[in-house]
């Protein structure tokens, strides 16, 4: 339980905070197959499948929210006083992610260097979405507190819908996307607000729609993107690494959608708007630190006498029961089986006192014919 929650609480960070994905963390602690597998699950006919990704998914929920809510709390007081170091941070976190990607998806990226075509088309989509919205009418300040205009209630919807698959999919956070479309900082000024219950009705319209294209987002992408993995997993893990790359330019020109907006982002150390080498350090070792916690932890479960893994150490107690119930069917089995062979033998046994009775009787009968003249029993000479 308390292994599920670490790992949603570790994916609500990655999601809150632009950079890597919540899915990203999956690969790095080795959960993010249980994870697709169990959202995909939840809609599946099969009762117990249903069940059991319930479950997972409700201890991983839970650790979640309890992430989200404090990142959210933090991020909104830190985006607007501090923003160069938090953007360093988040490219530590990103660019240590890249190895990391590749040291578990080396498989199927080794030999098949054609596909880095799928990386150039990650890179240039995100950067060209930045562009986009900073050479556009999307280049129009959104504010959830302020109220937005009526076609911008569709544009935050997009985001939203764009934001979930990105979440769900290892590589870029779907805070990099919010922060691409330019609406993550005001969704997290927005979020700070509503957690201390100062609402309104333009922020309560503005953060819906951003919520159902969150919804709308996870039905729709969950699927695709599992099918994605499994029928085109090269050219998949190829395009999330251009995509991550790509988000490396959207983080730098954050600074550009806060509302009193500040330059982007330079390499410049030292400057006012330059890079910051300790919080880029730290974001680089929170990667580092996961990975060495994932290792620890395999490392314990593979001393364990039985050998079991992380999916036996989180058993729920739906499946022990259904193990149970699998168990004792089998020996019902068994059991009819042995009982239908004895009395099949059983049968056998009185068939043959049947007729050796009947024999018997048939020889007194003869007896009987031959002495009363009725019958002559045939000697052995004749045929």
């Known amino acids: 339980m308390l292994l599920t929650a670490f790992h949603g609480f570790s994916m609500a960070v990655a999601d809150a905070v632009p950079g890597v994905s919540g899915g990203t963390i999956g690969f790095i602690l080795g959960f993010y197959e249980k994870f697709i597998t169990s959202l995909h699950d939840i809609a599946s006919k099969d009762k117990s499948k249903r069940k059991a990704a319930l479950i997972y998914l409700l201890k991983l929920g839970a650790g979640w929210i309890v992430g989200i809510v404090l990142c959210l709390l933090l991020l909104s007081k830190l985006f607007e006083t501090h923003v160069y170091i938090l953007c360093s941070a988040f490219i530590g976190l990103t660019i240590a992610a890249i190895p990391f990607i590749i040291k578990d998806e080396i498989r199927c990226i080794r030999g098949k260097y054609y596909n880095l075509v ?25 504010s959830f507190i302020d109220g937005l205009e009526p076609w911008q209630y569709f544009y935050v919807f997009i985001a939203g819908f764009v934001a979930i698959a990105a979440m769900i999919l290892p590589g870029i956070s779907g805070s990099t996307v919010l922060l691409i479309f330019g609406t993550y900082v005001p969704a997290v000024a927005a979020a700070g607000e509503a957690f201390h219950l100062r609402l309104s009705w333009h922020m309560i319209l503005g953060l819906s729609a951003m919520g159902l294209g969150v919804i709308v987002g996870a039905l729709v992408s969950i699927k695709g993107i599992k099918t994605a993995l499994e029928k085109h997993r090269s050219q998949t893990v190829y395009c999330v690494l251009g995509m991550m790359l790509g988000s490396l330019y959207a983080i730098s020109v954050g600074p550009e959608s806060l509302k009193e907006a500040k330059p982007a982002m330079t390499l410049a150390i030292g400057t006012e708007s330059g890079l910051r080498i300790v919080p880029f350090l730290i974001g680089a070792a929170v990667l580092v630190g996961l990975e060495l916690i994932k290792l620890r932890t395999e490392k314990k479960l593979a001393a364990k006498p039985d050998g079991a893994g992380a999916e036996n150490a989180d058993l729920s107690e739906e499946t022990a029961k259904e193990d149970a119930v699998e168990d004792a069917l ?40 031959e002495e009363a003249g009725i019958f002559e029993a045939p000697g052995d000479d004749e045929p």
């Open 330 to 369: 089998e020996a019902e089995v068994e059991e009819a089986v042995e009982t239908v062979l004895e009395d099949a033998i059983s049968g056998a046994g009185a068939a043959e006192g049947v007729f050796v009775e009947a024999g018997e009787t048939f020889g007194n009968v003869e007896s009987a014919a």
């Open 118 to 142: 799928f990386t150039l088309l990650g890179a240039a989509l995100v950067v060209g979405v930045v562009l986009l919205r900073k050479t556009s009418l999307m280049s129009a300040k959104i």
